[in-house]
Nanobody, 125 residues
């Protein structure tokens, strides 16, 4: 069992950058694959990126176009999402998730076992 809390969201202009953080509590953080998802008003949840428990493997949705980077620091119990060249269509609530399986499992399921509360990202034109 793990608890997740996202931070780092905010309002930025198109072309700007944000770095999201997800802090985990509990003693099993290093055993989980981690992922980021997003959900815009009136739309379904969308997979963004995932990283293996060791940090050795990552997977990204096509729409990031090399703009986003996921990373983790197990010593700090934290996973990050660096977002560059932001576009208005990136506006959404961003959620981090932990999963006992693999990053492939997170992508296929479009879900995780545990969820944070979300952080709002708004990109203005």
């Amino acid at each position: 069992q793990v608890q997740l809390v996202e931070s780092g969201g905010g309002l930025v202009q198109a072309g700007g950058s944000l770095r999201l953080s997800c802090a985990a509590s509990g003693r099993t953080f290093s055993s989980y694959a981690m992922g980021w998802f997003r959900q815009a008003p009136g739309k379904e949840r969308e997979f963004v990126a995932a990283i293996s428990w060791s940090g050795g493997s990552t997977y990204y949705a096509d729409f990031v176009k090399g703009r986003f980077t996921i990373s983790r620091d197990n010593a700090k119990n934290t996973v990050y999402l660096q977002m560059n060249s932001l576009k208005p269509e990136d506006t959404a609530v961003y959620y981090c998730a932990a999963d006992k399986g693999t990053i492939a499992t997170m992508y296929i399921r479009n879900s995780g076992d545990y969820w944070g509360q979300g952080t709002q990202v708004t990109v203005s034109s």
